[in-house]
């Protein structure tokens, strides 16, 4: 993770939760959402590290920030 804070505005919390769970919890998250504001998703399956990318690329919103740590993935998401 960087060393800048990102402040989200809404958090997905999918650890523990398998593929397609934590794309379709990430869906309802951005639906809450205003453009602008951010997402950070949080999920412990690997799958995640190559499928939230794709999601962002084919929904328009950005995806910000990645990273890994201690089994752990964390997406930072901007609503389109």
Same mark, same amino acid.
């Given at each position: 993770?960087?060393?800048?804070? %990102?402040?989200? *505005?809404?958090?997905? *919390?999918?650890?523990?939760? !398998? ?6 919890q990430t869906k309802k998250g951005i639906r809450n959402l205003s453009p602008g ?12 590290? !190559? *499928? ?11 995806? %910000?920030?990645?990273?890994?740590? !201690?089994?752990? &993935?964390?997406? &930072? %998401?901007?609503?389109?």
């Open positions: 993770m960087s060393d800048v804070l %990102i402040e989200a *505005d809404f958090e997905v *919390d999918a650890r523990g939760l !398998n593929c397609p769970m934590p794309i379709l504001q951010i997402l950070h998703v949080i999920t412990t399956d690997s799958g995640s590290a !190559n *499928d939230l990318p794709l999601f962002c690329k084919q929904s328009g919103d950005e995806l %910000i920030e990645t990273s890994e740590e !201690n089994g752990e &993935y964390h997406f &930072y %998401i901007r609503k389109s």
